[in-house]
């Protein structure tokens, strides 16, 4: 598969107070970046039980992708 | 025709809903006053509700 | 606002003129008269389709007059209260008798025509003045053609342009010939610093807005070419500086000049202007934005006579230095633009510490009034309830719905598990789309909403109270950011956008499937106070709270109360400090609620909002240590003058020949003979802005301006030179900016690629700079040798140790949000005011700490906090003991104790819990579950994810 037809899927876990608040504020400053990213809310990266991750790529997730 | 409101004591009146008044409102609620928001436009926001974004982080205003 | 609208203690009296003031404090009688709105506010609906149906055009004031609207229409859809009104000046019936479409098209029936003016009497204990700000007269914008040419627009017209809701829908277009502008100037200080008007005070706010506006400009348009033409850039707050430094960054030209005239040339506007050393100059421009100053409102002497308080001489509510806040009338206080020009984080922090002042004056009839609101039974869910979701997919008027398909992902959730009902919203968190969410929660007996709008971050409160209303619990919601997070960062993607927002809202949903009511849980508040810090601020802070009724302890690490304004001699109005600041000190030794403890410190602080317990240590003596129990704390630990050792590249030796502006003041205050030397040169910035302190400390300007004129006053003959970079003497401070220039002082800018060299040693202090309107380079060797330092926070290091709350690059304590909750901090229960949050004049100090005091007593008075029920609970019958999450737990809100049988279990302390989750992700026997965060809910979301 050539480098440019990759489009993958990442699924992120953001947390609340820093990772998803910097997503927001990337809005609202309209950063742009590529859609690839789905991301679930947490209140802190502390919540991600490695299972949550084994679980994502089990769902198909390209890449995982945490922010906290 | 006047009309009187018989509220009882612990009520203040702040003149103006633009932000300043509003947020004088809410803070007064939360000290356990009665507020009576006077404003005389047809409704409150004042100038804050014409802004797009607010500086320097031009965050949404409203 | 909206939060405002549902209050069920605000009682907003819209399309209301205020007439009298009479009584007295406690006991006033206010008069108004409340203009018909013609349409009954109860049965309006806020269709708008008698705004369709109007046959007549009006001008649109709510856009700055660029657009059309109908003499029946409301002026915003989010508007509060969300019901049109009738302009009687232009509807043909109130006019002239005819027309009357409006009746028959609306089909709620709520037009009505009979209605009357109607006057009314209120009982209040005090009034605050918060009326706002007025418009410049158009007479200082005629030289500039502005009503002349189109294409001259004033600021305000500028943003409704940029704005999606505004005329253009956020396309930036000439109003001559709707083309794209290539090239467009501000021209800063329109209406202020400018006699010619009458309106002698900088208007404090334009250089912001100007900064923001022309960024915006840029990002609508990147190709534009924009210069600001500017005297001083005064961008003196928390930041404003770095953002001045981004707008430059992204080509916006800055020029130093003032403009003589705008003049139309050709389809173009000619600007002339001259530049620091005198040299006329013009450019073409294809618009032209006038940074418009606040002007006082116009129905100022107005207000004052009917309340009966004084106005200065710019028609704004006079007050003074060290009571900012109180109006001329007792009982009468001021907050926002009207008590000078001034920002939204500024007016808000005012508006606050105004609050605090009323609660103070009027505490015996707290709470008298007070309405406690009253929620419908909450509906008891049970797991065997059917799941029923209500999906809401907003549009935000064009933020969502320009990018993202919102009928497409509206129609995509059909007939998904669970979904009874879904629809599109225009703005789904304007009053009315609560109403019709309420309404819908009942129709379709919802038990589960999704949201699909912006972040839960900021909105998520409001819906949650919705619920509330509707009878459900406030957490059966799910919000799905389709705006911050996908509209709003995939603009110029709208096909991967929609689909992006479909995957986010399966998402949701899935997660909503499974969500639970939790329990509201509250802790209660002892009610006391502890404030930090002794100086003006705490002692500010410590005299409100006591004056609201509560027992506060001040506690001060110095001998004597009074910090370092006790080193200032007069302010820049010539108000005596020492004296005032001796009876402040005095009220606070006396008064029955403070105890006060000098020579103190603090060395520990436990337990969490509504519960601290303090211990402090004397530094006297044997050192003897107490502990205090309060539900709140105020820090209040102040800042002094900077003192650097080098200053502009050039090492400094403080002598009689080089003091600081602080030592300057208690010298000129002094007997001494030469206090007053011949010749003196000020240096700007000398420590501030990127010189050794990377923010600019906001009093360097004044305290020049303020000395400058001492020492004319001492003595006339002296010459005096500033050198500066922006003189930031904002708000009224520019009068005694304007008197020091008409005094002689001469002022002289410098730039940072040619800085003054120094020789700031010794007994011959010597100073060599470059004169832009000489346009050479001048040496001097003057008697004195002045520095404008900054100023610096105390220790700060220590106690937010002791807090757990962080501080900025610069050493000031980081506030919650900026403009927000800009006097608390991220710890609840925990506020800052004063030189610890940033720098400041005194003026602002005061106001600072009056509004952590009045913030800190909002939960004293409530008696208990509400904590979020996002927090960990554990299954006391699965937990093993093993005391794991006791260990992780950051903020020790887990603990382990015995059972009935004796047996270790770990259980959360609920009021210190932040729902972090760390205890859940580690608990070997998932026997931890986090309100709103199950494994059961995140491992739906994860499972949608995959089934795209």
Same mark, same amino acid.
């Given at each position: 598969m050539a480098q440019e037809d990759f489009n993958p899927r990442i699924l992120g876990f953001l947390c609340n107070w820093c990772c998803y608040a910097a997503a927001d504020s990337a809005g609202v400053s309209r950063y742009q970046y590529p859609p690839n990213l789905r991301t679930i809310r947490i209140m802190c990266t502390g919540r991600l039980d490695p299972a949550f991750v084994f679980r994502g790529f089990a769902e198909g997730a390209d890449g995982i992708f945490t922010g906290g | 025709m006047t009309k009187a409101m018989t509220k009882k004591a612990g009520a203040v009146m702040v003149v103006g809903g633009g932000v300043a008044g509003v947020q004088a409102a809410l803070d007064l609620t939360e000290l356990g006053y009665y507020v009576y928001l006077v404003e005389k436009a047809a409704a409150i926001g004042g100038a804050m509700a014409m802004l797009d974004k607010t500086f320097p982080t031009n965050d949404c205003s409203l | 606002m909206v939060e405002a609208g549902r209050s069920p203690n605000i009682k907003i009296l819209s399309n209301t003129d205020f007439l009298?003031?009479?009584?007295?404090?406690?006991?006033?009688?206010?008069?108004?008269?409340?203009?018909?709105?013609?349409?009954?506010?109860?049965?309006?609906?806020?269709?708008?389709?008698?705004?369709?149906?109007?046959?007549?055009?009006?001008?649109?004031?709510?856009?700055?007059?660029?657009?059309?609207?109908?003499?029946?229409?409301?002026?915003?859809?989010?508007?509060?209260?969300?019901?049109?009104?009738?302009?009687?000046?232009?509807?043909?019936?109130?006019?002239?008798?005819?027309?009357?479409?409006?009746?028959?098209?609306?089909?709620?029936?709520?037009?009505?025509?009979?209605?009357?003016?109607?006057?009314?009497?209120?009982?209040?204990?005090?009034?605050?003045?918060?009326?706002?700000?007025?418009?410049?007269?158009?007479?200082?914008?005629?030289?500039?053609?502005?009503?002349?040419?189109?294409?001259?627009?004033?600021s305000l017209e500028f943003e409704r342009l940029l704005c999606a809701s505004g005329p253009f829908e956020g396309e930036l277009l000439r109003l001559s010939d709707r083309q794209h502008p290539k090239n467009l100037a501000f021209?800063?200080?329109?209406?202020?610093? +400018?006699?010619?008007?009458?309106?002698?005070?900088?208007?404090?706010?334009?250089?912001?807005?100007?900064?923001?506006?022309?960024?915006?400009?840029?990002?609508?348009e990147p190709e534009i070419a924009i210069t600001i033409y500017y005297m001083d850039m005064r961008t003196q707050g928390k930041g404003f500086d770095a953002a001045r430094a981004r707008a430059e960054a992204m080509g916006i030209k800055f020029v130093r000049a003032r403009v003589a005239d705008v003049m139309p040339w050709g389809n173009q506007l000619k600007l002339t202007f001259a530049t620091m050393d005198g040299s006329h100059y013009f450019e073409a421009y294809d618009m032209v934005v006038l940074s418009v100053g606040l002007d006082s409102p116009a129905d100022a002497a107005n207000l004052a006579d009917s309340a009966g308080f004084a106005l200065n001489d710019y028609n704004f509510c006079r007050t003074s230095t060290f009571a900012p806040l109180q109006s001329s009338q007792e009982g009468v206080l001021v907050a926002g633009a009207f008590q000078g020009p001034k920002d939204i984080p500024e007016s808000v922090t005012q508006s606050s510490a105004a609050a605090g002042l009323v609660s103070a004056l009027t505490k015996k009839d707290r709470g008298k009034g007070y309405v406690v609101k009253s929620y419908p039974d909450e509906q008891q869910l049970t797991d065997d309830d059917e799941v029923r979701i209500g999906v809401f997919v907003c549009?935000?008027?064009?933020?969502?719905?320009?990018?993202? +398909?919102?009928?497409?992902?509206d129609q995509y959730v059909e007939g998904m598990e669970g979904v009874v009902y879904h629809a599109q919203s225009l703005y789904s968190c304007s009053q009315d789309a609560q109403e019709v969410l309420k309404q819908k929660i009942k129709e379709h007996n919802l038990n589960r909403v999704v949201i699909a709008a912006c972040s839960p971050r900021t909105h998520?409160?409001?819906?949650?109270?919705?619920?509330?209303?509707?009878?459900?619990?406030?957490?059966?919601?799910?919000?799905?950011?389709?705006?911050?997070?996908?509209?709003?960062?995939?603009a110029?993607?709208?096909?991967? &956008?929609?689909?992006?927002?479909?995957?986010?809202?399966?998402?949701?949903?899935?997660?909503?499937?499974?969500?639970?009511?939790?329990?509201?849980?509250? @802790?209660?508040?002892?009610?006391?106070?502890?404030?930090?810090?002794?100086?003006?601020?705490?002692?500010?802070?410590?005299?409100?709270?006591?004056?609201?009724?509560?027992?506060?302890?001040?506690?001060?690490?110095?001998?004597?109360?009074?910090?370092?304004?006790q080193e200032a001699r007069y302010t820049?109005?010539?108000?005596?400090?020492?004296?005032?600041?001796?009876?402040?000190?005095?009220?606070?030794?006396?008064?029955?609620?403070?105890?006060?403890?000098?020579?103190?410190?603090?060395?520990?602080?436990?337990?969490?909002?509504?519960?601290?317990?303090?211990?402090?240590?004397?530094?006297?003596?044997?050192?003897?240590?107490?502990?205090?129990?309060?539900?709140?704390?105020?820090?209040?630990?102040?800042?002094?003058?900077?003192?650097?050792?080098?200053?502009?590249?050039?090492?400094?030796?403080?002598?009689?020949?080089?003091?600081?502006?602080?030592?300057?003041?208690?010298?000129?205050?002094?007997?001494?003979?030469?206090?007053?030397?011949?010749?003196?040169?000020?240096?700007?910035?000398?420590?501030?802005?990127?010189?050794?302190?990377?923010?600019?400390?906001?009093?360097?300007?004044?305290?020049?301006?303020?000395?400058?004129?001492?020492?004319?006053e001492i003595n006339p003959e002296s010459q005096v030179i500033v050198l500066y970079r922006d003189l930031r003497t904002y708000g009224y401070a520019e009068d005694y900016y304007r008197r020091a220039r008409e005094q002689g002082v001469l002022f002289i800018p410098y730039s940072m690629d040619n800085k003054p060299r120094l020789t700031a040693g010794g007994k011959a202090p010597k100073v060599g700079f470059y004169d832009p309107l000489l346009r050479e380079e001048v040496n001097l060797s003057p008697d004195l040798l002045v520095l404008s330092t900054g100023i610096v926070p105390d220790d700060t290091a220590t106690l937010s140790r002791l807090l757990k709350v962080s501080v900025n690059e610069d050493k000031f304590y980081l506030e919650a949000h900026v403009k927000l909750r800009p006097v608390e901090l991220p710890v609840s229960g925990a506020y800052v005011c004063g030189l610890a949050h940033s720098p400041q004049p005194v003026e602002e100090i005061i106001v600072q700490a009056?509004?952590?005091?009045?913030?800190?007593?909002?939960?004293?008075?409530?008696?208990? @906090?509400?904590?979020?029920?996002? @927090?960990?609970?554990?299954?006391?019958? &699965?937990?093993?003991?093993?005391?794991?999450?006791?260990?992780?737990?950051?903020?020790?809100?887990?603990?382990m104790h015995k059972d009935e049988n004796n047996k270790r279990k770990a259980e959360t302390v609920t009021a210190s819990c932040k729902g972090c989750g760390i205890c859940a992700a580690h608990c070997p026997v998932f026997a931890i579950s986090m309100g709103g965060f199950t494994d059961e809910q995140i491992t739906a979301q994860i499972t949608a994810f995959g089934q795209q």
């Open positions: - | - | 009298k003031l009479s009584g007295k404090p406690g006991d006033f009688t206010a008069k108004l008269r409340v203009r018909p709105r013609y349409i009954d506010h109860d049965k309006c609906t806020a269709c708008g389709m008698c705004t369709q149906y109007c046959p007549r055009h009006l001008v649109d004031g709510y856009n700055e007059g660029l657009a059309l609207t109908r003499p029946i229409h409301i002026d915003y859809p989010q508007a509060v209260p969300a019901s049109y009104f009738i302009d009687p000046e232009a509807c043909l019936h109130l006019k002239h008798g005819t027309c009357k479409i409006c009746v028959s098209a609306c089909q709620a029936r709520a037009i009505d025509f009979d209605q009357q003016p109607e006057e009314m009497d209120l009982k209040v204990g005090a009034v605050v003045m918060a009326p706002g700000f007025g418009r410049v007269p158009d007479s200082a914008l005629d030289k500039y053609s502005y009503g002349k040419h189109p294409d001259v627009v004033t021209i800063q200080c329109v209406g202020s610093r +400018d006699l010619g008007c009458d309106n002698g005070y900088c208007s404090s706010v334009c250089c912001m807005y100007a900064i923001k506006e022309a960024m915006v400009a840029k990002e609508h549009h935000c008027g064009v933020n969502i719905a320009g990018v993202v +398909d919102v009928p497409d992902v998520e409160p409001l819906f949650q109270e919705t619920l509330k209303d509707a009878g459900l619990n406030r957490c059966l919601i799910e919000m799905v950011n389709i705006r911050d997070q996908c509209s709003w960062v995939h110029n993607e709208p096909a991967a &956008a929609t689909s992006k927002s479909k995957d986010l809202v399966r998402m949701g949903i899935a997660k909503a499937r499974h969500i639970k009511p939790l329990p509201e849980q509250t @802790v209660p508040v002892i009610d006391k106070a502890l404030v930090l810090g002794g100086g003006i601020a705490g002692l500010t802070a410590a005299l409100n709270l006591a004056e609201q009724g509560y027992a506060t302890a001040l506690v001060e690490k110095e001998a004597q109360l009074g910090g370092h304004l820049l109005r010539g108000e005596e400090v020492a004296k005032t600041l001796k009876g402040l000190i005095d009220q606070v030794n006396k008064h029955k609620n403070i105890k006060v403890f000098t020579d103190t410190e603090l060395v520990q602080l436990n337990g969490y909002v509504g519960n601290f317990s303090s211990q402090l240590k004397s530094r006297k003596g044997k050192g003897q240590e107490s502990t205090i129990d309060h539900g709140v704390v105020v820090v209040a630990t102040g800042g002094r003058e900077h003192r650097p050792e080098k200053v502009l590249d050039s090492p400094v030796k403080y002598s009689a020949k080089v003091v600081t502006q602080r030592e300057l003041e208690q010298r000129l205050a002094g007997k001494a003979k030469n206090r007053a030397p011949g010749s003196v040169v000020m240096i700007q910035c000398a420590g501030s802005r990127g010189d050794d302190l990377g923010y600019c400390s906001k009093n360097c300007c004044n305290d020049a301006v303020k000395n400058a004129l001492k020492i004319k009056q509004a952590a005091a009045a913030k800190a007593a909002i939960p004293l008075v409530k008696g208990y @906090v509400s904590v979020e029920p996002t @927090v960990s609970s554990v299954d006391q019958s &699965a937990c093993i003991g093993c005391g794991l999450c006791e260990a992780l737990c950051p903020y020790q809100a887990i603990r």
